[in-house]
């Protein structure tokens, strides 16, 4: 991500087999997709530590903070959590991780479509 995108500011998950920040993806069942409620809180939740650590647990949350936590740990106490079978992917494309929500990002990736279309 850094190298790809080196303006970006991404925020990082120190576990304690890999760092990694967020990707924008998610694939899942359409069932799942349904849950209007469950899904509200995960939007809600989406940009705060706090308010994931709250509807996954503050045990979740010390665990990452002291670097307790590998990833698969990580994939099945949120599936466990939440009640759903969940799985991290490592993607070699930062482009998944990278936000255009904001005008700075969202210059950052013109600027480089340009680049790379032109």
């Known amino acids: 991500m850094e190298t790809r995108f080196p303006d970006t500011r991404r925020s990082y998950v120190h576990l304690r087999d890999i760092e990694v920040c967020g990707g924008d993806m998610i694939i899942l ?6 849950d209007t409620v469950f899904w509200g809180k995960v ?3 989406r940009k705060s530590a706090f308010r994931q650590a709250k509807l996954i647990g503050y045990r979740f949350l010390l665990l990452v ?3 307790r936590m590998r990833l698969k740990d990580a994939e099945l106490y949120i599936s466990d959590r939440l009640e759903l079978n969940g799985y991290a992917t490592i993607s070699p494309y930062a482009e998944v991780a990278m936000d255009i929500d904001k005008p700075d990002q969202l210059a950052i ?3 480089d479509l340009s680049k790379n279309l032109g």
Do not use: T, Y
């Not at 069942?29 to 349904?34: D, E, I, M, P, T």
């Open 43 to 45: 939007v809600e939740a």
């Open 109 to 111: 990736m013109r600027a």
């Open 29 to 34: 069942k359409v069932g799942l997709a349904q």
């Open 65 to 67: 903070l002291l670097r």
